[in-house]
């Protein structure tokens, strides 16, 4: 156990750690063109937030939750998902007093007690937006066109987007009573989770993953014909903005997504070269979230994206970036009382803003220039007997494999006026 990772989890490496940042580089650049704010917050959370605010007829409270007690008799619970800890944040440091709508963004770690599988760990990676304050549909469109903004500028293609609008609390009681009558003489069949559903909220029904239970909610009501007047013209309204920013669609009845705070707006992206995991990106409205959390009743809307999925799409288009691990100077001592002399040219070079590095394993000169080629190195900087007496540096382009005998005072002003060209 001391040198194997918990099951779920995943170390990532040097040689994919360029790919994390890459993808991180254009969330930030994608969410400081929609004016999005970034916010990190705890990784752990008092476990009573996510109960209230995710709703404990969730398979993520029920089943997946990564709870303990702490010295303080506390329950603490690692964050299953952000945007609980987001509207906690929000209420607590009374982000509404500023600018409204509130306009955040996150990127970090989630934790879920789940069965790992392609693209699914049990510390897994999230980005994802939040905007509170606003309740127009407009507000659902910008939410989704940043999201298909960012996998656009990714390359992805192959790309679906789903929509829904899964009602209000005036609505849902009537699609409710609907759904039950529906189950009534097919509940004996459910699953033993979707039996305890049908009392507390038939909707989760639609979303098992049970073949069963997905074989007998074939033909159950609609949402969508049981909306409110003002559910109905919102969920019109973001048709027709998605339909003007030219952002193609697809309304599915069905989706309901995974947590209990969604009201109106609920929406997926889907990459379907994934297979079975192919959602990427979901998300919805959760008017109802800030007012069951303690707050004044306010609505917003938000997402989340698998950053591993993300890059697993990407991986399969091949637009995954080569990772640049060249560096502009080795510096290869040749023999002990050069080392110094070496260390103190390495720090001037690092402090002067030139990615450089040196030996440290008392390598041989071929060894030491063998090595420097595997970064690769564009110019390596020798230091033997006869550089050391005379205070200078015998520094070798790579690229031409010529080589210039200069002072060691010199060495800093040479590279600098080389990374410039």
């Known amino acids: ?22 993808v ?16 990190r917050t705890p990784v752990f959370e008092h476990t009573e937030l996510f109960l209230r605010g ?11 939750m990564y709870t303990f007690t702490d010295r303080a008799k506390r329950s603490i619970t690692l964050r299953p998902e952000n945007t609980a800890s987001a509207v906690r944040s929000y209420l607590e440091n009374k982000l509404y007093s500023g600018p409204q709508p509130t306009k955040l963004f996150y990127i970090g770690p989630m934790f879920r007690y789940d069965r790992p599988q392609a693209g699914r760990y049990r510390q897994f990676h999230q980005f994802g937006i939040e905007a509170i304050g606003a309740e127009g549909p407009a507000i659902d469109a910008e ?17 679906k987007l789903l929509i829904n609008s899964v009602g209000c609390p005036q609505c849902r009681p009537v699609y409710r009573a609907k759904l039950q009558e529906f189950f009534q003489d097919k509940r004996a069949h459910l699953c033993s989770d979707c039996q305890s559903r049908y009392d507390r909220n038939p909707m989760r029904i639609l979303d098992c993953k049970n073949e069963t239970c997905a074989k007998y909610s074939q033909g159950a009501p609609h949402m969508l014909d049981c909306l409110c007047e003002e559910c109905g013209s919102h969920f019109a309204g ?14 599915n009845p069905r989706l309901v997504r995974g947590l209990d705070y969604y009201t109106k707006t609920a929406f997926e992206i889907q990459y379907s070269p994934l297979g079975a995991q192919s959602a990427v990106c979901g998300g919805g409205r959760y008017d109802g979230l800030i007012a069951e959390c303690g707050g004044q009743p306010t609505p917003g809307i938000g997402f989340a994206i698998g950053i591993e999925r993300v890059l697993l799409a ?7 970036p080569s990772i640049n691990t060249a560096i502009d100077v080795f510096v290869a001592p040749l023999g002990t009382e050069a080392r110094a002399v070496a260390f103190q040219l390495l720090t001037e070079l690092r402090y002067a803003g030139i990615a450089a590095d040196m030996d440290f394993m ?38 031409t494999g010529s080589q210039e005998l200069i002072a060691r005072t010199a060495l800093v002003p040479m590279i600098l ?5």
């Open 362 to 399: 008392n390598r041989s000169l071929k060894a030491q220039m063998k090595y420097a080629n595997k970064y690769p190195a564009k110019f390596v900087a020798l230091i033997g007997e006869d550089e050391l007496a005379a205070q200078k540096v015998m520094v070798k382009n790579m690229d």
């Open 24 to 39: 991180e580089k254009i969330i930030r650049e994608v969410c400081h063109n929609f004016a999005y704010q970034e916010i």
């Open 238 to 251: 973001l048709q027709e903005l998605l339909t003007a920013a030219g952002i193609s669609f697809v309304i």
């Open 314 to 320: 990407l991986e399969k288009q091949a637009l995954l």
């Open 1 to 22: 156990m001391l040198t194997t990772g918990p099951r779920g989890t995943k170390d990532i490496l040097p040689d994919s750690s360029g790919h994390w940042q890459y």
């Open 417 to 421: 006026e080389e990374m410039e060209k």
């Open 54 to 64: 995710i709703g404990d007829t969730t398979d993520i409270v029920e089943k997946e």
């Open 143 to 159: 939410v989704i066109s940043l999201a298909v903004a960012f996998l656009n500028k990714l390359g992805l293609s192959d790309l």
